[in-house]
């Protein structure tokens, strides 16, 4: 079976581009999560989305910050304009679980985008 | 206080040690309780589920106390596979999972 899908693996791009990242969760999943890390925050939740319905964007770091899941396989984290500083690794993850569940949290990650903003 | 504190190592062990890492949680409203595994440059990897007080799976044993909100993972035997960074990871109502920054193990010939 294949696992989370993340495109692309690797992203360059300079400083006020616009960046899309891309995640196909695992079917029939119906939790969604993308998160960033770095070496000085670690692993931060940025959005997680519940049925295709965002349930907590408090982790975005600001309006440049957008997610998308127009559909149960597929979603989009897109940063415009990209700074340098949003230089890290995006992994997006799927679970089975619900929301409103708390024993079905286990989660399943892609292999990650390492996004580096020159 | 952070959500979740973890000792960031490294743990520098010989193979065959046994090692301990702890790992505290600030939300008591906590049900499940997970550690993950992620090696370097790579994605984070479920380990071991925590739902009760504690279990056990083959070399790995992780214990949970809910008085003291701390969760434990042990290694035995340890393997120069088992060389990567431990996560501890709280599970709140709502499907969120906090992630700890991770404990480094360096396990050497």
């Known amino acids: 079976d294949a696992g989370v899908i993340q495109s692309p693996r690797h992203e360059v791009t300079e400083m006020g581009q616009e960046v899309t990242l891309r995640c196909k969760p695992i079917?029939?999943?119906?939790?969604l999560f993308w998160y960033r890390q770095t070496m000085m925050r670690g692993l931060e939740l940025l959005i997680y989305?519940?049925?295709?319905?965002?349930?907590?964007d408090s982790g975005m770091p600001e309006d440049r910050f957008s997610a998308k899941m127009p559909n149960a396989s597929f979603s989009t984290l897109k940063i415009q304009p990209s700074e340098p500083r949003d230089s890290a690794v995006y992994f997006c993850?799927?679970?089975?679980?619900?929301?409103?569940?708390?024993?079905?949290?286990?989660?399943?990650f892609g292999p990650g985008t390492r996004l580096t903003v020159l | 206080r952070k959500e979740v504190e973890q000792d960031p190592g490294p743990f520098n062990v010989p193979e065959g040690a046994t090692v301990a890492f702890n790992c505290t949680y600030s939300?008591?409203?906590?049900?499940?309780f997970f550690w993950y595994r992620q090696d370097c440059r790579k994605e984070p990897k479920l380990l071991m589920s925590v739902y009760s007080s504690g279990n056990e799976d083959g070399r790995f044993t992780a214990q949970l106390n809910r008085a003291s909100q701390y969760i434990s993972l042990l290694i035995r035997d340890s393997k120069l596979s088992d060389s990567a960074t431990y996560l501890c990871v709280p599970g709140n109502q709502g499907g969120k999972l906090i992630f700890g920054q991770g404990t480094e193990l360096s396990v050497k010939p």
């Open positions: 079917s029939g999943h119906n939790s």
């Open positions: 993850a799927s679970s089975p679980g619900s929301w409103f569940s708390s024993s079905y949290n286990e989660q399943f």
């Open positions: 939300n008591s409203a906590s049900q499940s």
């Open positions: 989305f519940n049925n295709n319905v965002p349930i907590d």
